[in-house]
């Protein structure tokens, strides 16, 4: 049974090449566009695994991360943050809610978040 | 007739007694000096004298007669003696005078001796106003060794006062002489009776008249430095004597008329006298000062509290008031005032006045005459101006002379610029200003003059704090305010770098997975040339996203937030081969040999992720700038003593031209020669490299001949791991420890 993956990302150009990269690997993949709609997806789906972007309208990825984190199915999802912040207060914010990785898009080729991925389910 | 021959002797010889004995006790206080002591001596023997004479003229028997003239004798002798070593002490000693003076004492016991001798005085002459004894053929003896004495005195004191310049001590020699003529020749007739010549007894006068021309000279000239002692007994005799004639007669009058009221006045009298003899004594203080003792006034006193008053105040007004005050007490001076001339408006003003009558409008006075005048810087009296006769001193004498003026001092400042004249009108007691005063007041006008100098240099630098201070304001408002406004471009730029970097950031990873996804070339319908292409703008791209990286940590480092140092432990060959592998084309390329000198097995307790930034950063460099097929050394020297390890990346390069050397850990700057070789830095990486280095408690440094190399070099404590100080920051849940570093990926 293919790993569900959810992709929380604003930018629909991004979250397309995300999309196109890992169902080349087979993952099936939901989308969502803001907080909310992440939030809504997430229970609805109960993902493998979710990539999350911090910087989004309504509610932006710290927030929505907050609240899921409250929720009784949300505890244990897992969870990689996928910004362009790379401050520190925001790595240790992430981190304070359970993150697994927390990665800088623009540093990261797909082939190398492919790898973190599976290196994820692996574990 | 019984008046004058009866009374008239007991009466003198009494004022004689009470006054001679007045001056010796006088003299008495003030005895250290030898000539007071040796006229302590002759007014005891005076004092004896005239007792004794006293004693005998009141006698009726022979033998008390002859008893209290052998008395008088055995004070007299010391007379002869005495008498010419006081001429010695008043005038000089030399060695014949020496040998004179001993044979003089010792020649004065002999005739103490003999003097009690019938073979001296024996037997009474009566006469009409009295008895003396008779002389006999040892007393001859005794006259020629007093006349010669008295010879020799009066040849000491003469040839002084011939040879004498200072006028003041010309007068005090004449008031001894005076004094001493009417000692030994009208006091020597006491010894006429003793050879049988009846002559009446003025000789009990003398005493009274000597103490009254000694005291003349010592309060008029200061004869013998006991002024102050003789003005005290002067104010308490007087005002004793004031106080208690009226008391007296009052308590006479009252015994007279209401005697049983006696004790009552004597009580109210006694308690009014009380009430009433400081004022009086106070009054005749003045009084005694004002016309007595005018010029007296104890110098080293008037130069303390002047000095004291001069050093209180750096007022130019107030030292002028308080030392006018003060001079116009010593001296009593009639009128007293000060003028100032001003340099810059070219005039004199009145600064201090008191009692002249100046002529309205401005004082006529050649500054330049005036300062010609007094270029010795001496005072001047009004006489010697009136002598000088020069056409140019004239219109000054004149000036003076109408202003009733006595006395000129002028003050200098800067050691010969007149600055002001002190002008004194005559004294009170009518004495003119003698050479003493003007010694004083030469002193004094030098006194105030550096006093002036103190002040006006005050003056000058308290106007030029003023200025400064108010220079210094407004320059620092001014840039406080350019601080300001600075403080807030530059926080605008780095909140603008920062968020024009993050928002560019996310167009760059379009960009970048796009290629990648396109580079796959999935569907295979890409040609060769193409993917080239793509591989183009992939490096392009990721070129782009270091640069916006860099100024990412830049605005990081600007605003302030140091770099949150997450530290672990890792093998540092491993960072290093990472690296490497990251720069094989260039290395490859130029035909490059990395020399690694570091341990395989060294880790090491740092920020993984910077730390490998650094190691980028200059490794990069190195390859950059080396020429072709030389080598690049990685080097590690640890310094054991500091605690550090001292890493170092070493080229064969171009260098860094010496002009420049200072400037390359600014950030932007890069090297003139770098940039003609390389276009593509940003001049960040080596300012963020060093501030990477400094957050770990280490410091970056390099040295470099340009042509023939660079080593860039870095130290970084030999940390033991088990103090993480800042690790404490990132609470990581436990099962997600291994992410914290993971937000680079390995290329």
Same mark, same amino acid.
């Given at each position: 049974?293919?790993?569900?993956?959810?992709?929380?990302?604003?930018?629909?150009?991004?979250?397309?090449?995300?999309?196109?990269?890992?169902?080349?690997?087979?993952?099936?993949?939901?989308?969502?566009?803001?907080? !909310?709609?992440?939030?809504?997806?997430?229970?609805?789906?109960?993902?493998?695994?979710?990539?999350?972007?911090?910087?989004?309208?309504?509610?932006?990825?710290?927030?929505?991360?907050?609240?899921?984190?409250?929720?009784?199915?949300?505890?244990?999802?897992?969870?990689?943050?996928?910004?362009? !912040?790379?401050?520190?207060?925001?790595?240790?914010?992430?981190?304070?809610?359970?993150?697994?990785?927390?990665?800088?898009?623009?540093?990261?080729?797909?082939?190398?978040?492919?790898?973190?991925?599976?290196?994820? !389910?692996?574990? | 007739?019984? *008046?004058?021959?009866?009374?008239?002797?007991?009466?003198?010889?009494?004022?004689?007694?009470?006054?001679?004995?007045?001056?010796?006790?006088?003299?008495?206080?003030?005895?250290?000096?030898?000539?007071?002591?040796?006229?302590?001596?002759?007014?005891?023997?005076?004092?004896?004298?005239?007792?004794?004479?006293?004693?005998?003229?009141?006698?009726?028997?022979?033998?008390?007669?002859?008893?209290?003239?052998?008395?008088?004798?055995?004070?007299?002798?010391?007379?002869?003696?005495?008498?010419?070593?006081?001429?010695?002490?008043?005038?000089?000693?030399?060695?014949?005078?020496?040998?004179?003076?001993?044979?003089?004492?010792?020649?004065?016991?002999?005739?103490?001796?003999?003097?009690?001798?019938?073979?001296?005085?024996?037997?009474?002459?009566?006469?009409?106003?009295?008895?003396?004894?008779?002389?006999?053929?040892?007393?001859?003896?005794?006259?020629?060794?007093?006349?010669?004495?008295?010879?020799?005195?009066?040849?000491?004191? *003469?040839?002084?006062?011939?040879?004498?310049?200072?006028?003041?001590?010309?007068?005090?020699?004449?008031?001894?002489?005076?004094?001493? *003529?009417?000692?030994?020749?009208?006091?020597?007739?006491?010894?006429?009776?003793?050879?049988?010549?009846?002559?009446?007894?003025?000789?009990?006068?003398?005493?009274?008249?000597?103490?009254?021309?000694?005291?003349?000279?010592?309060?008029?000239?200061?004869?013998?430095?006991?002024?102050?002692?003789?003005?005290?007994?002067?104010?308490?005799?007087?005002?004793?004597?004031?106080?208690?004639?009226?008391?007296?007669?009052?308590?006479?009058?009252?015994?007279?008329?209401?005697?049983?009221?006696?004790?009552?006045?004597?009580?109210?009298?006694?308690?009014?006298?009380?009430?009433?003899?400081?004022?009086?004594?106070?009054?005749?203080?003045?009084?005694?000062?004002?016309?007595?003792?005018?010029?007296?006034?104890?110098?080293?006193?008037?130069?303390?509290?002047?000095?004291?008053?001069?050093?209180?105040?750096?007022?130019?007004?107030?030292?002028?008031?308080?030392?006018?005050?003060?001079?116009?007490?010593?001296?009593?001076?009639?009128?007293?005032?000060?003028?100032?001339?001003?340099?810059?408006?070219?005039?004199?003003?009145?600064?201090?006045?008191?009692?002249?009558?100046?002529?309205?409008?401005?004082?006529?006075?050649?500054?330049?005459?005036?300062?010609?005048?007094?270029?010795?810087?001496?005072?001047?009296?009004?006489?010697?101006?009136?002598?000088?006769?020069?056409?140019?001193?004239?219109?000054?004498?004149?000036?003076?002379?109408?202003?009733?003026?006595?006395?000129?001092?002028?003050?200098?400042?800067?050691?010969?610029?007149?600055?002001?004249?002190?002008?004194?009108?005559?004294?009170?007691?009518?004495?003119?200003?003698?050479?003493?005063?003007?010694?004083?007041?030469?002193?004094?006008?030098?006194?105030?003059?550096?006093?002036?100098?103190?002040?006006?240099?005050?003056?000058?630098?308290?106007?030029?704090?003023?200025?400064?201070?108010?220079?210094?304001?407004?320059?620092?408002?001014?840039?406080?305010?350019?601080?300001?406004?600075?403080?807030?471009?530059?926080?605008?730029?780095?909140?603008?770098?920062?968020?024009?970097?993050?928002?560019?950031?996310?167009?760059?990873?379009?960009?970048?997975?796009?290629?990648?996804?396109?580079?796959?070339?999935?569907?295979?319908?890409?040609?060769?040339?193409?993917?080239?292409?793509?591989?183009?703008?992939?490096?392009?791209?990721?070129?782009?996203?270091?640069?916006?990286?860099?100024?990412?940590?830049?605005?990081?480092?600007?605003?302030?937030?140091?770099?949150?140092?997450?530290?672990?432990?890792?093998?540092?060959?491993?960072?290093?081969?990472?690296?490497?592998?990251?720069?094989?084309?260039?290395?490859?390329?130029?035909?490059?040999?990395?020399?690694?000198?570091?341990?395989?097995?060294?880790?090491?307790?740092?920020?993984?992720?910077?730390?490998?930034?650094?190691?980028?950063?200059?490794?990069?460099?190195?390859?950059?700038?080396?020429?072709?097929?030389?080598?690049?050394?990685?080097?590690?020297?640890?310094?054991?003593?500091?605690?550090?390890? *001292?890493?170092?990346?070493?080229?064969?390069?171009?260098?860094?031209?010496?002009?420049?050397?200072?400037?390359?850990?600014?950030?932007?700057?890069?090297?003139?020669?770098?940039?003609?070789?390389?276009?593509?830095?940003?001049?960040?990486?080596?300012?963020?490299?060093?501030?990477?280095?400094?957050?770990?408690?280490?410091?970056?440094?390099?040295?470099?001949?340009?042509?023939?190399?660079?080593?860039?070099?870095?130290?970084?404590?030999?940390?033991?791991?088990?103090?993480?100080?800042?690790?404490?920051?990132?609470?990581?849940?436990?099962?997600?420890?291994?992410?914290?570093?993971?937000?680079?990926?390995?290329?």
């Amino acid at each position: 049974m293919a790993k569900k993956i959810l992709i929380i990302e604003d930018d629909l150009i991004l979250a397309k090449a995300l999309r196109a990269s890992l169902e080349e690997e087979k993952f099936e993949v939901i989308e969502a566009h803001d907080g !909310f709609e992440g939030l809504e997806a997430a229970e609805k789906n109960l993902p493998d695994l979710i990539l999350c972007d911090i910087s989004m309208p309504k509610m932006d990825g710290l927030t929505m991360l907050e609240k899921m984190r409250q929720t009784d199915w949300g505890q244990k999802l897992s969870v990689i943050m996928l910004t362009n !912040f790379s401050d520190e207060e925001k790595i240790s914010l992430a981190l304070k809610h359970s993150v697994f990785r927390y990665l800088v898009k623009s540093d990261w080729d797909l082939s190398q978040i492919i790898e973190e991925v599976k290196k994820e !389910f692996a574990s | 007739m019984s *008046i004058v021959n009866n009374l008239f002797p007991k009466i003198f010889s009494l004022l004689s007694l009470g006054f001679i004995i007045s001056l010796s006790i006088i003299v008495l206080k003030n005895s250290r000096k030898l000539v007071n002591k040796l006229f302590f001596s002759l007014t005891l023997i005076l004092d004896l004298w005239v007792f004794g004479s006293f004693m005998m003229f009141g006698s009726i028997f022979d033998y008390q007669i002859i008893f209290w003239d052998r008395f008088i004798y055995a004070a007299v002798v010391f007379w002869p003696a005495l008498q010419y070593h006081f001429s010695l002490a008043v005038t000089h000693f030399n060695n014949k005078r020496r040998y004179l003076l001993i044979l003089a004492y010792t020649l004065t016991p002999i005739f103490l001796i003999i003097s009690q001798s019938n073979q001296f005085v024996s037997g009474v002459f009566r006469y009409k106003w009295g008895a003396h004894t008779y002389a006999h053929s040892l007393h001859h003896y005794y006259l020629a060794f007093f006349a010669l004495s008295s010879l020799l005195f009066f040849y000491n004191l *003469i040839k002084k006062y011939r040879a004498e310049t200072d006028r003041l001590e010309r007068k005090r020699t004449l008031y001894y002489i005076f004094g001493f *003529i009417v000692l030994d020749f009208i006091g020597g007739s006491a010894f006429l009776p003793a050879y049988q010549i009846p002559f009446y007894p003025i000789f009990l006068a003398t005493p009274l008249i000597f103490s009254l021309i000694i005291a003349y000279a010592i309060t008029y000239f200061g004869l013998m430095d006991i002024k102050l002692i003789m003005r005290r007994y002067f104010v308490y005799i007087l005002s004793l004597f004031s106080v208690l004639a009226p008391t007296y007669i009052c308590l006479y009058y009252v015994e007279i008329f209401y005697p049983g009221w006696l004790f009552f006045f004597s009580l109210l009298l006694f308690i009014l006298s009380l009430v009433f003899f400081l004022n009086v004594k106070n009054y005749f203080y003045r009084f005694s000062n004002k016309y007595f003792f005018s010029s007296l006034y104890d110098f080293n006193e008037l130069i303390y509290s002047l000095n004291n008053r001069l050093r209180a105040s750096l007022d130019i007004g107030q030292i002028f008031q308080s030392t006018m005050g003060l001079l116009g007490q010593a001296f009593h001076s009639k009128a007293i005032a000060i003028i100032n001339y001003s340099p810059r408006l070219k005039f004199w003003t009145i600064v201090y006045n008191q009692d002249f009558i100046f002529a309205k409008g401005r004082i006529s006075l050649n500054y330049q005459t005036l300062s010609e005048l007094f270029v010795s810087g001496r005072p001047l009296a009004l006489s010697d101006l009136e002598k000088s006769n020069l056409k140019a001193t004239r219109g000054l004498f004149l000036y003076f002379k109408n202003l009733n003026a006595e006395l000129i001092v002028p003050i200098k400042i800067k050691e010969k610029q007149l600055s002001s004249l002190m002008i004194f009108g005559p004294k009170e007691s009518g004495e003119s200003y003698n050479a003493k005063d003007i010694r004083v007041l030469e002193s004094v006008a030098s006194e105030i003059g550096l006093s002036l100098e103190n002040a006006l240099l005050y003056q000058s630098v308290t106007r030029f704090n003023v200025k400064l201070k108010d220079e210094v304001d407004k320059a620092t408002k001014q840039l406080q305010e350019q601080n300001e406004t600075l403080k807030k471009l530059d926080q605008a730029k780095t909140e603008f770098i920062g968020i024009a970097s993050h928002q560019l950031r996310t167009p760059l990873t379009g960009i970048r997975w796009f290629t990648e996804l396109l580079l796959k070339n999935n569907e295979k319908n890409l040609s060769a040339k193409q993917l080239d292409f793509l591989d183009q703008v992939s490096a392009s791209n990721q070129r782009m996203i270091r640069l916006v990286n860099d100024l990412l940590d830049v605005s990081h480092i600007e605003t302030g937030r140091k770099f949150d140092i997450i530290k672990s432990e890792f093998r540092l060959a491993e960072v290093i081969d990472e690296v490497l592998k990251e720069n094989i084309f260039l290395i490859s390329t130029k035909g490059l040999k990395i020399q690694n000198n570091l341990p395989q097995d060294l880790s090491i307790f740092a920020d993984r992720e910077k730390i490998k930034q650094v190691w980028q950063n200059l490794i990069s460099n190195a390859t950059k700038y080396s020429g072709d097929k030389t080598t690049i050394t990685i080097t590690l020297n640890p310094d054991k003593n500091k605690g550090l390890n *001292i890493f170092g990346v070493q080229d064969q390069g171009i260098g860094i031209p010496k002009d420049q050397q200072a400037q390359i850990f600014n950030k932007f700057f890069r090297a003139s020669n770098a940039s003609l070789k390389h276009s593509d830095g940003t001049g960040l990486g080596l300012y963020i490299a060093r501030e990477i280095i400094r957050a770990h408690g280490g410091e970056m440094w390099f040295e470099s001949t340009e042509g023939q190399g660079t080593d860039f070099l870095f130290s970084l404590p030999i940390a033991s791991k088990s103090i993480p100080i800042s690790a404490e920051k990132t609470i990581i849940p436990k099962q997600t420890v291994k992410a914290n570093k993971t937000n680079k990926p390995k290329q």
